[in-house]
């Protein structure tokens, strides 16, 4: 199959005017500015097939965002190559913003003043969905999100969650092939992140859509992400399966055994996170799992071993705190 | 046309939320009479001292007060609201959904926003006017007629133009709501027709903020003043501000990157 999305070498450079603070540099900075050149997004590429779900991850200011914008046609890359749908997104054509959705968690879209149902109207026009295909659509993402007796009430008198749910409906009601979110469940409490993690879900297996996701809640990522792609400093630094990742980044294991008889040195193992009882539990390097249960077993009287792989946020943890240099 | 079935979805969801704001309507109604009483005052203050002020009569500067009123309420209502959002949504960068609708992103933001009570104005401008006709004792041929009515198109659409132009300088500055309020403080002149004042400004006033244009014109049209040179050249101008208007837009649009991005 071919990809949907693909991009080659992509970068977006910033021209950003810098001075230093207080009242003097400021002044300078009427008559002479100085300006650096920020690397948002340095040459990255990947591709991703029809109905794919990536997480797209990355720390704060890693590029997310700004290549999220230049899919969706609101930035024009500096360089390198970026076609999705057979489109060149920057051209913002009208056939290609028709196909596409672009939901950011931090800004809304829907009249503040009014019920939801007026905004959703509204879509329509901007979409020219035809009123039957409109109202089948709005309907069936009003009852998939329970959001029946909240689409009449203005949308200022809903919670944070109600209202993102709100607006994910409002943009996807022209059912687009694609689609990118930017945070969508950010600041929402763990109930309502999940039910908009399933609604993505549903989606993607009904309509069959490609999914570009960011989060920082790595349990959307987990839910609904098979593959991930994660940027640094405006560089990819790894793409493949999640659990790939996990193998790749994860230093560490997490040993967990049980034993009969108190040990008198357990640190020679491995670094002990806790012992509780007779049950241990400690962290050891990739490399020596193998050879540290092994000598566990031999040595003590171990009931139960269990090793685990590093939970995912520890191991995003070590994957962000990756120096700009050491990617150069 | 896909443009004004949008501007129609606009204009009822704007009309939708006025109705929430009640209380405008009576402050709307209080401000417009404020402004038409020392408004007259004004006009019959002068026409104690004169018969007639540079070359018009009383009723008929009573017209040009109607139209000043007229397209003042319309600026305010459909043009002012939808360039103040377009500005803040440039300075805080979410102008992102407008620029990914399938849609003419200038068509957009120029139809967003709606403010119904402005429109009392509009209407307290017709009734000045026709009481300023009534004076008059209605001697309009068709001509006038549909010379101030084309007039008064062109008017708003150099008006719209104006401040679009304005507006897309956000692109650029980022903060321009001080040269927003400049317009507010010029259209005021145009109480007056712009005959009356001195040459420099009275051009300044016609090509910097198109104010003759918007009610000069249109008045003269109605009482029998306007020539079919100065009605073409207010057709050539309306062009060339709307081209104008449109590449600086199209221009800051390719500019904008997000505030955030």
Known sequence: MSSVISISKLAKHYQVPEREAGLIAAAKGLFKRTYKTVKAVDGISFNIQPGEVVGFLGPNGAGKTTTLKMLSGLLHPTSGELSVLGYEPAKRDHDYLRQITLVMGNRNQLSWDLPALDSFDLQRAIYSIPLDEFKHTRDEFIALLDLKDLVQKPVRNLSLGERMKMEIVGALLHKPKILFLDEPTLGLDVTMQKRIRSFVAEYNKRYGATVLLTSHYMADVEALCKRVIVIHHGRLLFDGDLSALVEKFSAFKTVGFTIDTPASDLSQYGDVVSVDGSRVTMRVPKEKTSAVTSRLLNELSVVDLTVESAPIEEVIESVFSVKRETLE | ?261
Do not use: C, H
């Open chain 2, 1 to 261: 046309m896909q443009g004004l079935k949008l501007a129609a979805n606009y204009l009822r969801i704007g009309i939708l939320n006025e109705f929430q704001y009640r209380a405008n309507l009576y402050i709307q109604i209080l401000q417009t009479f404020i402004a038409l009483g020392t408004g007259l005052i004004g006009l019959n203050l002068v026409f104690n001292q004169v018969t007639e002020l540079g070359g018009w009569t009383k009723p008929e500067l009573l017209a040009v007060m109607g139209v000043f009123t007229i397209t003042g309420g319309f600026i305010r209502s459909a043009i002012q609201p939808n360039m103040e959002r377009l500005m803040e949504e440039i300075r805080e960068g979410t102008l992102d959904y407008a620029l990914t609708k399938p849609a003419d992103a200038q068509l957009l933001v120029s139809v967003r926003e709606f403010r119904l009570w402005q429109l009392v104005d509009v209407i307290t401008g017709l009734v000045v006017l026709a009481v300023a006709l009534t004076q008059l004792n209605w001697l309009v041929s068709i001509w006038s007629v549909l010379g101030y009515l084309s007039a008064l198109v062109m008017g708003a659409i150099m008006v719209y133009s104006f401040w679009l132009i304005i507006t897309s300088t956000a692109f650029w500055f980022v903060r321009v709501n001080e040269i927003a309020n400049l317009f507010e403080g010029l259209y005021a002149a145009g109480r007056w027709p712009v005959d009356i004042y001195p040459n420099w400004l009275r051009y300044g006033l016609t090509f910097l903020v198109p104010v003759a244009f918007a009610v000069t014109i249109p008045a003269s049209a109605l009482t029998g003043r306007l020539s079919l040179q100065t009605w073409l050249g207010a057709l050539a101008l309306t062009l060339v501000l709307f081209t104008i208007a449109r590449m600086i837009w199209l221009t800051g649009v390719k500019n904008y990157s997000g505030a955030s991005a």
